[in-house]
């Protein structure tokens, strides 16, 4: 996995628990869900890099 990949999917899933964080404190439902889809978005990107990377 390259570096930069490796730090867009970090930034992402952070980004996505500051969503969901903020989401709850303020009751929005829609902002706490939109962060859990980004954290669970970035797994995924995670996954399917690891994925290539053991095929290289």
Known sequence: MA???KISNAA???????????????????LEA???GDQASAKVK???EDIKDVFR
């Open 34 to 36: 939109e962060g859990q």
């Open 12 to 30: 992402e899933e952070a980004g996505g628990k500051a969503k969901e964080a903020a989401g709850r404190a303020t009751g929005d439902e829609r």
């Open 3 to 5: 570096i930069g990949d």
């Open 46 to 48: 995670k996954v399917g």
